[in-house]
């Protein structure tokens, strides 16, 4: 699955084939762009990647919502097993760090403002 082949497919169609909406995509896309741009400093150096950022992105949603492997999704995009690794890890980091898609901390959702006094069993 490359961007060329699904990026005209209906929202619905598009979500069922990634997982996200086509907008959310374009949001992903745009975190990882700001990401790149921010740690690339300097020029860029060695051989330029053949894969735009839009199939980068499919690739990890790929191996995180289908659990295909590695080596399966270097054979559907020509590339090696360790290349799609090293793209997964890096496309999970510009995510991770993006501050619009950080998720609140586990002590956030422990607290809770409701105290429970009664407790109810049920033996049947």
């Known amino acids: 699955m490359i961007w060329k082949e699904i990026k005209n497919l209906k929202p619905t169609d598009f979500k069922r084939l990634t997982g ?3 907008i959310i995509f374009l949001h992903l896309v745009e975190a990882v762009n700001d990401y790149e ?3 690339r400093k300097r020029g860029r150096t060695g051989r330029k990647s053949h894969l735009i ?3 980068k992105l ?4 790929m191996y995180l919502r289908e659990y295909r492997t590695m080596f399966h999704i270097g054979v559907a995009y020509g590339l090696s097993e360790s290349n799609v690794c090293r793209t997964i890890k890096f496309i999970e980091q510009a995510l991770i760090s993006h501050p619009s898609l950080h998720l609140p901390g586990k002590r956030v959702l422990t607290e809770s403002e ?4 009664v407790i109810l069993i049920d033996v049947a």
Not at 58 to 61: H, I, K, S
Not at 114 to 117: D, K
């Open 114 to 117: 409701h105290l429970f006094e």
């Open 37 to 39: 741009a921010k740690t």
């Open 58 to 61: 499919l690739m990890t949603l």
């Open 53 to 55: 950022t839009e199939d």
């Open 20 to 22: 996200v909406t086509p």
